[in-house]
């Protein structure tokens, strides 16, 4: 795993970059949130869905909305990134809709996307 810090002004975002599943679970997504607000020192995470379970994308796991609910009471910010057209679920559909109206996390197409909402982001 690599992480870059793209930064503007006073705020940065650590990219994560891997080849590999990076969150398997909730204790993956706490390590990695520790791990890149005490090298770093950010708050803001930008993360392609390839390096997340797919069980995260099957919302009855209740796996997202546990690792959400824990960066959410640490203040950090989240943009997954990819193409969710895939899914069927409206549910999940329904969930990503609704997150990406708040200021907290976001379920972007790109990284371009994902930066400036993170940036901008309060």
Not at 49 to 60: A, P, R
Request: proline share 2%; with cysteine.
């Amino acid at each position: 795993m690599k992480i870059i810090v793209d930064q503007l002004a006073e705020s940065k975002v650590a990219i994560i970059e891997s080849d590999e599943i990076v969150i398997h679970d909730v204790q993956g997504a706490l390590d990695l949130m520790a791990s890149v607000r005490y090298h770093e020192d950010c708050y803001k995470i930008a993360i392609n869905k390839s390096n997340i379970t797919e069980d995260f994308f099957e919302l009855k796991t209740r796996l997202a909305g546990d690792i959400l609910q824990k960066y959410t009471n640490y203040r950090v910010k989240l943009a997954v990134i990819g193409d969710f057209d895939v899914y069927d679920s409206e549910s999940l559909k329904d969930f990503i809709f609704e997150c990406n109206k708040g200021n907290q996390v976001f379920f972007l197409k790109d990284l371009p996307s994902a930066l400036q909402a993170l940036h901008h982001a309060p």
